[in-house]
């Protein structure tokens, strides 16, 4: 009989990061993973920039707008709506491996290689030490697992005034990424009015990026060319493929691609995993000493619910509630289009109101360019397409996007259980219920409008507000919580999963609170502390 | 798909393209569309009455864009339009028509007497879109 050492489910962040942690440590690692790719998209999209390429390719609409102009969606702007033709690969087959049934959650999963990473905005935002013990983290494990993240995967960072948000203990990054001119106006009239955002309890600064701008192990430092919705060619942005990648090249690791991990059982001193072939869906069983589950807390919760003996069980659930905003700046319109730009976020607004950095509520501000005329096109009232082109190709350069997250607790209207389902290859689908409390939307609804009115200060103007449904931050958690108590469904400190003496999970299920700030740096350090408690405990 | 099918949606192809960009669409442009729309069959009759009515005239494409945005946003016909804007977009040919520009600060009276204006074309093509969409 074939046991690995450890298996690990799954190929995104918290996968990528426990499964490099447990190779570097010795151990023999098998990740199990559907793992669907698009290798061909990769190869069409050149090495320009993204104005040389709107000038002269003539066959950008292949990546851009798809083969068959399949990446124009029409109507419903909620789920995935905005990934580009190369990174769709990120969403093929959940409709029919991972359905959720919902009227309220409308979430995101993934089952590509390298999982929701591929389409990551890369904030890397390190959760102050509040919010860590709010989360059930240790706070001095988290500093450590922060640095060690990124000395693996390079985070680029300002040390400003937004650092006690951003980078509470962080000594390791490379610099920012110069801002484009639109972000540099913003943080000039911040700098000439921080009496008033003080007062208010607002702090602006520069936005840690999983990316590099000094090359680093065989990756090329930021090339400025805003083609980062269509390709990683210079793998400037960590992706976890990347890390992946390099893992396959080790002799302790293996990949096994196109096996879905259905249910686990504990049999003695191994643990059995049951999965799907994809395509195919024969079932194949697995063994292992351990298990380490990294597949994102729905994902997980689909896990802990089948091998249970209660599957109907209704587990809690976290999501960062989540708005856009399209602002204008005027003093930005009818300005040439730059060359040299980022798609990612820039400058991070924190609205502070308890002046203890718990609670709080951030904008990430984005420059809008390389995701093109036509996704905004639809959105412009009264004119026909052709006047709203000209309107919108003046407005443009002026356009700016603050995408508003604010922090989650658990209440009894947001949970998911799993509900037997009739011709679905696993026999089941999730069901989820996400409904804030009057009291919650009182509070987001008001600091939105906080967010406006410091917008106006900024020079940027809130065209109007866009509450894209719950579950499109793509930021989920506390599904199987941290808990001191032997409860089913809960993990003890160490990730465990309680009930069991084999099973880590190492992904965000844990967390017990979710904060504002994206997720993915906490999840990628619990990760690597998830897989260094694996070990000890051998 | 029939070789009558492809010639009606490239002869569509051809009057959205010259709408949004002034200009004859090359081939391989009105290839995408067709391809894009051929599984895509205009269901509601008003829909039907319309494209054809935009057929027989195509000057009456713009008010029929901007009417159906205010009384039936998600419309077929403004669905098959967008599809022809977003290909127009990634086009080498057409990125001046797309991309922004430098413009002095009298241009803003332009952008101005354009949404006006376009907002007239709106409401006129309201009343287009009731009488031939019935």
Partial sequence: MNIADYIVIGSGCSAAMASQTLVEAGAEVLMVDVGNTNPDYHKLVPQKDF??????????????????????VWGDIGKGAQIAPPRRHMVHGIETYLPTESKTFFPVESLGYGGLGIGWGLQCWEYSDADVKATGLDTGRMTDAYETVSKRIGISATQDEGSRY????????QPS??????????????????????KRNFTLGRTPLALITQ????RKGYQYRDMDFYHDNDQSAWRPWITVDKLRTKKNFTYLGGHLAVSFKEKGGYVELQCLTIPGEKPVTLRCRKLIVGTGALGSARLALRSSKTPGAKLPLLCNPYSYIPCLQPSMVGKEVESEKLGFAQLSLFLDETKNDSGTSVASLYSYQSLMLFRLVNQVPFLNFNDSRKLLQYLASGLVIMGVH????????????????????TGDHLQANYELTAEEKAIFDARERKFIAAGRKLGIYAAKRINPGYGASIHYAGTLPFSQEEKPFTLNPDG?????KRVYVADSSGFNYLPARGLTFSLLANAHITAQKALQHD | MRARDTEALYSEATIFGKYLVGDTPPQDALELYAAANASKKVQAAADQRLLSFIHRNPWSVGMIDGGLNIVNRQSEVRRRIYVMFSILETRPEHHEKFLSKERGHGYLLSVLFIGAFGLVKSLLGI????????
């Fill in chain 1, 177 to 198: 990424p110069h801002m484009d001119r639109n972000h540099e106006r913003i943080m000039q009239r911040y700098e000439a009015n921080k009496d008033y955002f003080h």
């Fill in chain 1, 51 to 72: 104005i040389n390429i709107r000038k002269t390719e003539a066959e950008q609409y292949k990546y851009m707008i798809g083969d068959d102009a399949g990446g124009v």
């Fill in chain 1, 496 to 500: 465990r999963l309680h009930g069991t």
């Fill in chain 1, 406 to 425: 604010h922090p989650d607790a658990t209440t009894a209207q947001k949970y998911v259980s799993l509900v037997p389902k009739k011709n679905s290859p």
């Fill in chain 1, 166 to 173: 951003t980078m509470v203990h962080l000594k390791n990054f």
């Fill in chain 2, 127 to 134: 009343a287009l879109v009731k009488v031939v969409g019935k």
């Fill in chain 1, 215 to 218: 090359n680093k192990d065989g």
